[in-house]
């Protein structure tokens, strides 16, 4: 496609190129290669994010969901601009770990994080981090280097040979990586210095209850609606709608929402069948819009098997863009069925976007099995 | 515009009807293909399009729309095209108080009745220009998609009513034709949505369908469109026709076949 021939890029180089907006409000969905449209003047800046790459189909911006084998499953990575849902496993184990994966992928990238939860105090979130799998014999020579000084020069080294740039530094600051898509071991957690290098915001819901409110009493409940004015007011200030074109250096929003919909939110749809059926869909729409006119990207985990009334789940399915659904074996009768001895759970893609385009990337094969081995969570089709 | 799809209903954008009520529906596929087949061919058949987007924004429709042949961006600038873009809007209506009514007001509101604002919008945009000269040939509506609206918290009675009106003055007092989206839930209980479908069914002069199909996920045939003829305003003397064919969708065009015909099979 043109978009993809006029980026150039190749496969090991940084980001992508993104059409920065000119008169309108950025948004992540502006065709890229401006020689191709050659109708907008303004067009003419070309910005490179870190941790993004256009989409080979369409040139749309992705970013990585922290986990490759599903990057590959949703056409090369989320799309920035839209929501990434994913449904819950029974007892929140395999979700939450794709949640702390998402996560972890925007610490590596340096990207800006938001993390909402009505459970855990996002600080709490931010130290389980997997860390970064690191290739064992660079791993080796960083050992040494980091017996020696610290020095302008051993920065001047790490940049001639470029296959040490996906490592961490040692002093603060973002690790650059011009990978797209990270392997992290689950076993072990992420080093202090680059959660405390990276920029986070956390939105914890208890402690938000007395903050005032402006807006009038519509049907979303107060939680959502403090989650939506904390992410507005994110996106607003730092510019992400590039609202503030002074900015040199445009970086990407991920938002990650844990839980939406349980009680601890303060909506009733997990408990009764009759509860308040528009508050959810309401702030999904709300959510969406913000993300289609700003630079982020968010991944919600919602426990849809609590959810009483059917219908709530498939109109939640319309207003996303992507949703994945994981089903794990864990205390079903398939954790002793000899066909699934080798996994530990089903993941099912439920749906794909069509972003820009009449058609989209679909994988051919539909059963997809998942399992979390010591260190890797992998994604395969299901062999008998 | 699908070329195929304009043989199939027996149109070309020169000979298009007036006052019709189009009524679009997909049940366990997307059906928005459909959506950007009416909007580039009212766009061709020089028609004035009042779009309401709610589910997706202005640059998707138009990076589409450029492939089928029509550039929205043009057609908004020389005033063919009245776009609401409801994803933006409503970041704008939630966040802060309007002054005037806005469209999408409902939004901020605890239980609004109806959806008389957004009903204005429309009777405002398709507006018959007073120069004297007749600029464009017939006032169109389209909105994707009407199920949206219930998510919002609008009750399908109060949808039935915003199309009713619309019906009122784009179909019958202005000559115009609707087109509307709306989701089939199958199997899932929704209600709301149910009462909207066979509400608008009833109303409807043209239904087009696409399902997917009932055996799951093929690579060569995406789904079954099945067209159906009707006559809601006089009594069914004569047998509403209806066409099933199935369908697959390519980068810049569907093609169409008999069941069964793919040529994947042949």
């Known amino acids: 496609m043109a978009a993809a021939a006029t980026c150039g890029t190749g496969a090991g180089s940084t980001g992508s190129m993104v059409a920065a907006g000119g008169k309108n409000n950025v948004t992540s969905f502006q065709r890229r290669g401006p020689r191709a449209s050659g109708s907008d003047s303004s067009y003419s800046r070309l910005v490179s994010i870190a941790g993004t790459r256009p989409s080979v189909r369409n040139g749309q911006l992705l970013v990585s969901t922290g986990l490759p084998a599903l990057d590959q499953l949703l056409g090369g990575g989320l799309a920035v601009g839209t929501v990434l849902l994913i449904e819950e496993d029974k007892y929140n184990i395999y979700s939450s770990l794709l949640f702390k994966y998402f996560l972890a992928e925007g610490i590596i990238n340096g990207h800006t994080l938001l993390v909402a939860s009505a459970k855990e105090d996002p600080a709490d979130i931010l130290q389980e981090l997997p860390a970064p799998l690191l290739d064992d014999n660079v791993k080796k020579d960083f050992d040494e280097d980091a017996c020696n000084h610290k020095t302008a020069e051993s920065n001047i080294k790490m940049k001639i040979a470029w296959r040490y740039q996906l490592l961490p530094k040692m002093e603060a600051g973002p690790v650059s990586s011009s990978r797209f898509g990270h392997y992290y071991d689950a076993s072990k957690k992420m080093p202090q210095e680059l959660i405390e290098a990276s920029k986070w915001h956390g939105f914890f819901s208890p402690e938000k209850s007395s903050s005032t409110l402006n807006i009038e009493p519509c049907s979303l409940t107060h939680g959502y609606i403090k989650l939506l004015q904390f992410i507005q007011n994110i996106i607003y200030e730092e510019g992400f709608d590039g609202s503030n074109p002074q900015k040199k250096q445009k970086n990407i929003l991920r938002i990650g929402i844990q839980n939406l919909g349980s009680p601890l939110w303060g909506d009733d749809i997990c408990c009764t069948e009759n509860g308040n059926s528009h508050s959810l869909t309401k702030f999904l729409y709300v959510l969406r819009g913000l993300l289609r006119t700003s630079l982020s990207a968010c991944m919600i985990t919602m426990p849809t098997h609590l959810i009483q009334n059917k219908a709530i789940i498939s109109r939640v399915t319309n207003l996303s863009d992507t949703v994945v659904g994981l089903e794990s074996f864990i205390g079903s009768e398939r954790e002793t069925n000899p066909l699934y001895k080798d996994y530990h759970g089903l993941i099912h893609i439920r749906q794909i976007p069509r972003l820009n385009n009449l058609i989209y990337d679909v994988s051919d094969v539909k059963d997809l099995a998942f399992k979390l081995k010591k260190k890797l969570f992998t994604i395969e089709k299901r062999v008998e | ?266």
Request: include cysteine; proline fraction near 4%; charge should be negative.
């Open chain 2, 1 to 266: 515009m699908f070329p195929e799809l304009n043989n199939l209903l027996n149109t070309t954008p020169d000979r298009a009807e007036q006052g019709k009520l189009t009524l679009l529906c997909d049940a366990n596929t997307d059906g928005s293909f459909l959506v950007h087949h009416f909007l580039s061919f009212y766009l061709k058949a020089n028609c004035k399009v009042c779009f309401v987007a709610l589910i997706q924004s202005f640059s998707h429709y138009n990076i589409v729309g450029q492939k089928l042949g029509v550039s929205l961006t043009v057609a908004r600038e020389c005033g063919q095209l009245v776009f609401l873009e409801g994803l933006k809007s409503s970041v704008d209506v939630f966040f802060r108080a309007q002054a005037e009514p806005h469209p999408l007001q409902f939004l901020r509101e605890a239980n609004a009745e109806n959806l008389q604002p957004l009903y204005e919008f429309v009777r405002e945009a398709l507006k018959p220009v007073d120069d004297g000269e007749a600029a464009w040939r017939c006032p169109v509506l389209l909105v994707d998609d009407l199920s949206v609206l219930l998510s919002l918290g609008m009750g399908a009675v109060a949808v039935l009513d915003f199309i009713h009106y619309c019906r009122a003055t784009v179909c019958w007092e202005r000559k115009g034709n609707i087109v509307a989206l709306v989701h089939d839930s199958g199997d899932t209980e929704d209600e709301e949505n149910n009462i909207l479908l066979n509400g608008l069914s009833h109303q409807s002069h043209l239904i087009l369908r696409a399902e997917g199909l009932p055996t799951g996920f093929c690579r060569d045939v995406h789904g079954q469109l099945r067209i159906l003829w009707r006559t809601p305003s006089q009594p069914t003397t004569q047998r509403d026709r209806s066409l099933t064919y199935q369908y697959k969708i390519q980068d810049r065009s569907v093609s169409f076949f008999a069941k069964g015909m793919s040529p994947a099979v042949l």
